[in-house]
């Protein structure tokens, strides 16, 4: 069985004088541990897509269902437990907290989750560890370069170990160093955890290192290309 399903999808925004069509009767499916990019011209549908599938916002008409269960079908507390239990999210714009340290901001969605202290510090090390996030545990996100916000953003979604994990534009704010760090950083989780990724990127060498790629326009699916064999790195 697929592990998300897109079936039928359509997302309309507006009133009856001004419709859009943001999407139109998408349907695709993924499988366990797929790296799984979303290209296409601004105003395409991608971000409508990513936040469909990602039960951050609900479909017009059509069904998402991850891991089997039928999102739209979930009350919100399960839906927000669903979430914290399987998603994680990498937003553009990092969307940490700023009144809450590095460590916080990290730790933040375990706590919701009244994960044990000791996991939680075990896992808090593990994560700082393969960031490099140690040295600034204390620090507040107004203390960091742009490029150590979006490892923060990162390490908070990958905190729970998420079987799922939604990127939107992860490295459209990032200088080209960050940008691949981060990039080989999700890819090494694709390859050691299966962690399934999905990514919204216009960036060629973002999209570079996705094992398949959507491309998207007005609303549809228009094509796709799948990588055969590793990423060649030159
Ligand atoms: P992309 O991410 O590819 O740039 P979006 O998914 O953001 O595209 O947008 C797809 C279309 O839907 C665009 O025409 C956009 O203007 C429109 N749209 C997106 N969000 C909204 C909204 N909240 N209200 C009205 N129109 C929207
Ligand atoms: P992106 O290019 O990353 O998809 P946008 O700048 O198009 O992002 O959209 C940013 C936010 O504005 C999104 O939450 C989107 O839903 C909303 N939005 C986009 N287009 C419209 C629109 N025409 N009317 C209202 N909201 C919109």
Redesign the pocket.
């Known amino acids: 069985m697929a592990f998300v399903e897109v079936k039928q999808v359509s997302k309309i925004?507006?009133h009856r004088a001004s419709l859009?069509h943001?999407l139109n009767q998408v349907s695709f499916t993924i499988d366990k541990g797929e790296f799984v990019g979303i290209m296409?011209?601004?105003?395409?549908?991608?971000?409508?897509?990513l936040n469909v599938m990602s039960t951050i916002d609900q479909p017009s008409s059509g069904q998402v269902l991850l891991n089997g269960e039928n999102v739209s079908r979930l009350h919100d507390q399960q839906l927000a437990e669903f979430r914290r239990q399987q998603l994680g999210f990498i937003f553009q714009d990092f969307n940490l907290l700023d009144a809450l340290t590095v460590r916080e901001n990290l730790i933040l969605p375990l706590s919701l989750d009244k994960t044990a202290y000791t996991v939680i510090q075990t896992r808090l090390q593990h994560i700082a560890q393969i960031l490099g996030l140690e040295q600034l545990l204390d620090r507040y996100p107004n203390e960091l370069s742009i490029g150590q916000k979006q490892r923060v953003a990162c390490g908070r979604a990958i905190i729970t170990a998420p079987e799922l994990l939604f990127a939107d534009e992860p490295t459209g704010s990032l200088d080209s160093k960050s940008a691949t760090e981060l990039l080989q950083y999700l890819s090494q989780l694709n390859d050691t955890d299966q962690t399934t990724i999905m990514m919204?990127t216009h960036d060629a060498f973002t999209a570079s290192y996705c094992k398949r790629i959507l491309f998207?326009k007005d609303?549809q699916i228009f094509a796709e290309l799948i990588r055969q064999g590793d990423r060649k790195q030159f």
């Open positions: 925004y507006g859009v943001a296409g011209p601004s105003g395409a549908g991608k971000t409508t897509l919204v998207i609303g």
